[in-house]
């Protein structure tokens, strides 16, 4: 079960579709002096991680004006369950389409070993 208060950490991925666009006007009667988009997850503890995306306008290098966040649409189950460390070490918290996966993976191993 998700909560607010089983979040352990907010994790901002740096992958290609972090970027910083210097904008330097005001929107509305607040100056914006750049725009930081990209991906990140909220972590949870025993929980799959709640995968997101989202958009900050900055008011300089330091301050940030305005933070957006949404649910992603492409988030993976594998993904958002292999964040923490607890439901990595334990199948039983998986989704069911995670653990499909995983078996498909062990049965294809073991007919390559054999």
Known sequence: MRDASTARVVVIERDQSLV????????????????????????????????????????????????????????SAMAQCMRDDTTRANPALLPADADRSRARRTSRRRTRSA
């Open 20 to 75: 910083i666009e210097r904008y330097t006007r005001k929107v509305g009667n607040q100056f914006v002096s750049s725009i930081l988009t990209g991906n990140g997850a909220v972590v949870f503890a025993n929980a799959p991680s709640a995968e997101l995306a989202f958009i900050c306008l900055l008011a300089d290098d330091k301050r940030a004006g305005v933070l957006r966040m949404a649910a992603a649409r492409d988030a």
